[in-house]
């Protein structure tokens, strides 16, 4: 299926308007007034629960390996979840990760 220009401008201006709604539905309706302690406490979760939704895929099913599953991602990933919960800093598990993820992917070139 084939869209024309307009469409997709339409379909931009849609989607631009429905975030905005939903934005505005918690910033603008309620974000003069404060929020109870226990909705601030469940916030404080909301990024570690997405983050993995957004990761998992990648790790998962890599668009590079064609859906495949990469043993070099998935110990990198390892390594990241380790060194965060030893070090408990996001930096060091990162760094760690990608340091992880380099490591065995030249390795497994030069093999």
Do not use: K
């Not at 201006?13 to 939903?22: E, S, W």
């Not at 909301?46 to 590079?64: D, H, K, Q, Y």
């Amino acid at each position: 299926m084939t869209y024309t220009d307009a469409e997709i401008w339409i379909i931009i201006v849609v989607m631009g308007v429905g975030t905005f709604l939903i934005r505005f539905s918690f910033l603008g309706l309620i974000g003069d007034r404060p929020m109870p302690s226990f909705v601030l406490r469940l916030l404080r979760y909301t990024p570690v629960a997405v983050l993995p939704g957004m990761v998992a895929p990648l790790v998962l099913w890599p668009g590079a390996t064609d859906g495949q599953t990469d043993p070099v991602r998935l110990l990198a990933a390892g390594a990241t979840v380790l060194i965060g919960s030893l070090t408990r800093s996001v930096l060091w598990a990162i760094t760690g990760g990608i340091f992880t993820f380099y490591s065995l992917a030249g390795l497994t070139a030069l093999l």
